[in-house]
């Protein structure tokens, strides 16, 4: 099938190789332009430019496909089929109305749940314990087309956003496969969504990362998974910001106020609102690299009754 292949991120690339691999023409890919990274700034192409030049398959990065020149390029493309996979673009009518198949989403979540931008990190945010991928015809709404397949996972108790991330994007690469094998062969049927089952995962922003140790252990520990690896809970230690990258559930019961360090050995366990233990396993000081709770506290031993957050 002569395909347009529309994606920005890391998640978008398994995909676009699926897509090549199943013998589909992929004749273009469009994807935001290079943006500055880094210390220095350096102006860097999104993941799916460098798998697409890797490919040798031409590039589109305009600043907006709402433009007559991006119309122009994609009439010239001419594709049966557009598929878009985390392209972080909003597509018009004239976009989606241009191919003979239309165009097919593949989004991280289970629709009509968590629609949005950031559907990955909120299903641990908001304590899920299934999620996995949808594939969906688009329309003009967010997320609002008709439902094609579905495949669904289980999320692991301290599994985080990162590790979800990748284990989706997979699914995500066998998920369009299917849905295309249907398609080519006149089996795949729509579904439509009920708007009244629709959850909304907007995008993520550092107010999320404060940590408030009123809390249960769960919803900080969740909390903690799903803002890794960005943009990462934060908490204080002697008045200067430490992250937390990864936490764990000890079922022990702790008298201490909240936020309160109840001992340190290999993890800095913090009492929480709930009245339960969660331990700390994977930090970082400010200024200073991400580490192992142990290697940390071998530099920086926190006495116990030391109060986190102040």
Same mark, same amino acid.
């Given at each position: 099938m002569r395909i347009v292949f529309m994606g920005t991120p890391a998640f978008a690339v398994p995909c676009l190789e699926r897509l090549l691999q199943d013998g589909h023409e992929v004749v273009g890919v469009f994807t935001q332009p290079d943006k500055p990274k880094g210390r220095g700034y350096a102006m860097t192409p999104p993941p799916v430019k460098q798998a697409a030049l890797k490919a040798h398959i031409p590039v589109f990065q305009p600043s907006s496909v709402k433009t007559e020149q991006a119309l122009t390029q994609l009439r010239a493309l001419a594709p049966?089929?557009?598929?878009?996979? #985390?392209?972080?673009?909003?597509?018009?009518?004239?976009?989606?109305?241009?191919?003979?198949?239309?165009?097919?989403?593949?989004?991280?979540?289970l629709l009509p749940r968590l629609r949005g931008a950031a559907?990955?990190?909120?299903?641990?945010?908001?304590?899920?314990?299934?999620?996995g991928v949808t594939t969906m015809y688009m329309d003009v709404g967010l997320d609002t087309g008709d439902m094609l397949l579905k495949k669904e996972i289980e999320i692991g108790e301290d599994e985080t956003a990162g590790e979800l991330?990748?284990?989706?994007?997979?699914?995500?690469?066998q998920l369009l496969s299917d849905t295309l094998y249907a398609l080519q062969t006149g089996n795949l049927q729509r579904i439509q969504q009920q708007d009244s089952e629709s959850t909304y995962a907007p995008m993520l922003d550092?107010?999320?990362?404060?940590?408030?140790?009123s809390k249960s252990t769960q919803e900080i520990h969740n909390q903690i998974r799903g803002l890794s690896p960005?943009?990462? #809970?934060?908490?204080?230690?002697?008045?200067?910001?430490?992250?937390?990258?990864?936490?764990?559930?000890?079922?022990?019961?702790?008298?201490l106020p909240c936020g309160t360090v109840t001992g340190?050995?290999?993890?800095?366990?913090?009492s929480c609102g709930d009245g339960m233990v969660l331990s700390l396993l994977c930090v970082q000081s400010e200024g200073g690299k991400r580490m192992t709770a142990a290697d940390f506290l071998r530099g920086h031993p926190i006495p116990e009754g030391t109060v986190l957050g102040k």
């Open positions: 049966e089929l557009i598929v878009v996979v #985390a392209y972080g673009k909003i597509l018009p009518k004239a976009v989606l109305e241009l191919p003979k198949y239309g165009c097919i989403n593949v989004h991280a979540s559907p990955i990190q909120w299903a641990i945010l908001r304590g899920d314990q299934k999620t991330h990748d284990k989706l994007s997979e699914l995500g690469a550092k107010s999320l990362c404060p940590i408030d140790w960005w943009p990462v #809970a934060v908490t204080s230690l002697h008045g200067k910001r430490m992250k937390i990258h990864s936490s764990r559930l000890t079922g022990h019961a702790s008298g340190a050995d290999d993890a800095i366990y913090v």
